[in-house]
């Protein structure tokens, strides 16, 4: 793609976005980033208090469902925007799939017109693997169906076909990237990972859904933001690109990991629930298309993990306000009743 200078990122506070924002800066010297994000719940101004003064990063509080708040971020003009704007964890979506709707489809929409409108260059739409649906051997392509099986996966699954069908109808510029389960640094501890060591810290025991043998393929934040990027620069428009780790591992397995890298012991710390509604028991994607584009992955496994579970170790003050008020609600509805 041509040289770019000013980006907008939506969502750039989340636990992906905030991560993007900082790398493309780092690396992009002539680059601006706008980021519009609406602060909900898993949109954390600590995430990106680093870059504060820093005359190339503006921040917009908004919505993307709004497009006044589209329009204001957009302000004299861009040229990409990149997506990350989203309601993302399935048992949210189980509870309450509304808002999901909202987000991930409408937000989709009022960004693609924007970008329709104001003929910016290039749309990158962040998704995820699981829009696939249960794999149950093999790996996911990008030509195969979308099978979504969660109201969170449904929602992504629409947000894709609309960013598809633009491309179709109006030759807008659009990519998606497919990502694995990510970890690292700065993820809201609703997820597996980051739930699972800030209890591990505090000396409680983990939920574990079901067996534990539903297998993810999980893909350091680091590496899901560099393959974005890569996509950004040099995808294909009207294309899809998964980005996966190559990491394919059982729920299990990363628990015994995260216990015994916190010093704990399965016995003790180890808690079997009842499993998710509709659980899909296993994704896995092939990447060979984001690969021929040049993008790999480079954090090893079990560094990556290594260097997560510190990363929590040290940063308690990040954390630790948020395992209260909205989030131990959400964490009593969720888990008090299996």
């Given at each position: 793609m041509?040289?770019?200078?000013r980006w907008l990122?939506?969502?750039g506070l989340?636990?992906?976005?905030?991560?993007?924002?900082?790398?493309?800066?780092r690396e992009?010297?002539e680059l601006e980033?706008?980021?519009?994000?609406?602060?909900t719940?898993?949109g954390?101004p600590a995430?990106l208090?680093?870059?504060?003064?820093n005359?190339r990063?503006r921040f917009?509080?908004g919505?993307?469902c709004d497009?006044a708040?589209?329009r204001?971020?957009i302000?004299?003009?861009v040229?990409a925007i990149v997506?990350?704007?989203a309601e993302?964890?399935v048992?949210?979506?189980?509870?309450?799939p509304e808002?999901?709707?909202?987000t991930?489809?409408?937000?989709t929409?009022?960004?693609?017109?924007?970008?329709r409108?104001r003929s910016?260059a290039?749309?990158?739409?962040?998704?995820?693997?699981?829009?696939?649906g249960d794999?149950?051997?093999?790996?996911?392509?990008?030509?195969?169906?979308?099978?979504p099986?969660?109201?969170?996966?449904?929602s992504k699954?629409?947000g894709?076909?609309?960013v598809?069908a633009y491309?179709t109808t109006?030759r807008?510029?659009?990519?998606?990237?497919?990502g694995?389960n990510?970890y690292?640094?700065?993820?809201y501890?609703?997820k597996?990972?980051?739930l699972?060591?800030t209890?591990?810290?505090d000396d409680?025991q983990v939920?574990v859904?079901?067996?534990?043998?539903?297998?993810r393929?999980w893909l350091?934040?680091?590496d899901h933001?560099?393959?974005?990027?890569?996509?950004?620069?040099?995808?294909?428009?009207g294309n899809?690109?998964n980005?996966g780790?190559?990491?394919?591992?059982?729920?299990i397995e990363?628990t015994?990991r995260?216990?015994?890298?916190c010093g704990r012991a399965?016995?003790t710390?180890?808690?079997?629930?009842?499993d998710?509604?509709?659980?899909?028991?296993?994704?896995c994607?092939s990447s060979?298309?984001?690969?021929?584009l040049?993008w790999?992955?480079?954090?090893?496994?079990e560094?990556?993990?290594?260097?997560?579970?510190?990363w929590y170790q040290m940063?308690?003050?990040?954390?630790?306000?948020l395992?209260?008020?909205?989030?131990?609600a959400y964490?009593?509805?969720?888990?008090?009743h299996?």
């Amino acid at each position: 793609m041509s040289k770019t200078t000013r980006w907008l990122v939506t969502g750039g506070l989340g636990f992906i976005g905030s991560n993007f924002v900082r790398l493309a800066l780092r690396e992009r010297p002539e680059l601006e980033i706008v980021n519009l994000d609406a602060m909900t719940y898993a949109g954390n101004p600590a995430n990106l208090r680093d870059l504060e003064g820093n005359a190339r990063y503006r921040f917009v509080r908004g919505d993307i469902c709004d497009p006044a708040a589209v329009r204001e971020a957009i302000g004299n003009g861009v040229d990409a925007i990149v997506n990350f704007a989203a309601e993302t964890h399935v048992d949210r979506s189980i509870l309450d799939p509304e808002q999901f709707l909202r987000t991930d489809i409408l937000g989709t929409h009022v960004l693609l017109e924007a970008v329709r409108e104001r003929s910016i260059a290039r749309y990158l739409q962040v998704s995820t693997d699981e829009v696939y649906g249960d794999v149950s051997e093999g790996e996911s392509s990008e030509n195969d169906p979308l099978a979504p099986r969660s109201p969170y996966s449904a929602s992504k699954a629409g947000g894709d076909l609309q960013v598809l069908a633009y491309w179709t109808t109006y030759r807008t510029p659009v990519l998606i990237t497919r990502g694995s389960n990510t970890y690292g640094p700065h993820q809201y501890p609703e997820k597996l990972i980051p739930l699972f060591v800030t209890n591990l810290i505090d000396d409680e025991q983990v939920p574990v859904y079901g067996d534990g043998m539903q297998v993810r393929d999980w893909l350091h934040v680091d590496d899901h933001a560099r393959g974005i990027m890569h996509v950004l620069d040099r995808g294909e428009p009207g294309n899809a690109y998964n980005i996966g780790g190559g990491n394919s591992h059982t729920n299990i397995e990363i628990t015994r990991r995260l216990v015994n890298g916190c010093g704990r012991a399965m016995e003790t710390h180890v808690r079997h629930v009842t499993d998710r509604e509709g659980h899909d028991r296993r994704y896995c994607v092939s990447s060979a298309k984001a690969r021929a584009l040049g993008w790999a992955p480079r954090v090893d496994f079990e560094e990556g993990i290594r260097t997560t579970i510190e990363w929590y170790q040290m940063n308690e003050a990040w954390w630790r306000p948020l395992k209260s008020g909205e989030f131990l609600a959400y964490y009593k509805r969720q888990y008090a009743h299996r």
